[in-house]
Nanobody
Framework: QVHVEESGGGLAQPGGSLKLLCSVSGTLFSINAMGWYRQAPGDERDLVANISNDGKTNYDDSVKGRFTISRDKAENTVSLQMNSLKPEDTAVYYC???????????????WGQGTQVTVSS
């Protein structure tokens, strides 16, 4: 059974920093991309950043230059360093992991339960 666990959310002041951590265990196949999404009340779940198996990163324009995603492939963990936080960064942040069956190319997506990030003075 796949287990995706996030930690590190909380309350930060505008301009402050938080670091989110995510660990993945129990996947049957090797993990390809890992990433972070966020969802604010009334909004859809949107990509914040992801990182491929070869380390290529992709960021939403709203977080470029402020957030940094990194990954430890050996440990199946991914982190998101969030600096210069803004009130509009307030959302539930979800970790995602994509794995693939090498036999037929079927991809599997696993999600964590989410961790709340609140940016407020």
């Amino acid at each position: 059974q796949v287990h995706v666990e996030e930690s590190g959310g909380g309350l930060a002041q505008p301009g402050g920093s938080l670091k989110l951590l995510c660990s993945v265990s129990g996947t049957l196949f090797s993990i390809n991309a890992m990433g972070w999404y966020r969802q604010a009340p009334g909004d859809e779940r949107d990509l914040v950043a992801n990182i491929s198996n070869d380390g290529k990163t992709n960021y939403d324009d709203s977080v470029k230059g402020r957030f940094t995603i990194s990954r430890d492939k050996a440990e199946n963990t991914v982190s998101l360093q969030m600096n210069s936080l803004k009130p509009e960064d307030t959302a539930v942040y979800y970790c995602s992991a994509e794995s693939e069956d090498p036999e037929d190319g079927t991809k599997y997506y696993n999600w964590g339960q989410g961790t709340q990030v609140t940016v407020s003075s």
